[in-house]
């Protein structure tokens, strides 16, 4: 069974601290999606990567696919209280359409 | 707005009945697919339809089945319900067929099963 497993499952900072989540895999992924859900709404995506060592970059949030495809990062800079929500790795394997999701990294920043 | 159009937002049903849940695609995705999220269990693939086949099937129980018909809208249902099918229920649409494609996700119906 494919797992994703995301790290820490919970996180709680202030208002301008540095973040980084966790998606960590055995299996190899052709593609890893990240994305935040908001309470009461479905995820919304951010940023998808393909190539091993891939970095993008989103204003504040840097994502990394790991050289062996197998997980991911999220780093979160100077954090906003907007950055609260829940954070999903999903990643997909190449010849098939089903989508793994990771276990989800809450995040709540303080004012 | 996602485009994804889902409905009903809640549902409360008792054990043992049986519900449909609907889902519109965005305009010009073929591709459907259903998850369950619990508050155990994360976001988990149940069935992913293309133009109207099945194309990929993930944990979905033999009590739920699925269809997408020829308008492209497609429907989710769950008989013979548990306490514990009751969770949200999201339906994302895409463009393309295999990994990697980007998934639009519906605001998701809430079943609350008691």
């Known amino acids: 069974t494919q797992l994703l497993e995301q790290s820490p499952q919970f996180l709680s900072i202030q208002e301008g601290e540095n973040l980084t989540v966790y998606c960590n895999s055995s299996?190899?992924?052709?593609?890893l999606q990240w994305y935040r859900q908001e309470p009461g709404e479905g995820p919304v995506l951010l940023v998808t990567?393909?190539?091993?060592?891939e970095v993008k970059k989103l204003k504040r949030l840097t994502f990394q696919f790991g050289d062996a495809r197998k997980d991911s990062s999220l780093h979160i800079t100077a954090a906003q209280p907007g950055d609260t929500g829940l954070y999903l790795c999903?990643?997909?394997?190449?010849?098939?359409?089903?989508?793994?999701f990771g276990t989800g990294t809450r995040l709540k920043v303080l004012a | 707005d996602s485009g994804v159009t889902q409905t009903p937002k809640h549902l409360i049903t008792a054990t043992g009945q049986r519900v449909t849940l609907r889902c519109s695609p965005r305009?010009?995705?073929?591709?459907v697919y259903w998850y369950q999220q619990s508050l155990d269990q994360g976001l988990q693939f149940l069935i992913q339809?293309?133009?109207?086949?099945?194309?990929a099937k993930g944990n979905i129980l033999e009590r739920f089945s699925a269809q997408q018909f020829p308008d492209l809208h497609s429907e989710l249902n769950l008989s013979s319900l548990e306490l514990g099918d009751s969770a949200l229920y999201f339906c994302?649409?895409?463009?393309?067929?295999?990994?990697?494609?980007?998934?639009?996700f519906g605001a998701g119906t809430r079943l609350s099963v008691l």
């Open positions: 999903a990643g997909a394997t190449s010849g098939t359409y089903k989508y793994i």
């Open positions: 994302a649409s895409s463009v393309d067929l295999a990994g990697g494609d980007i998934q639009y």
């Open positions: 990567v393909v190539t091993g060592g």
């Open positions: 299996s190899v992924f052709s593609s």
């Open positions: 305009s010009g995705d073929l591709s």
């Open positions: 339809y293309y133009n109207g086949e099945e194309r």
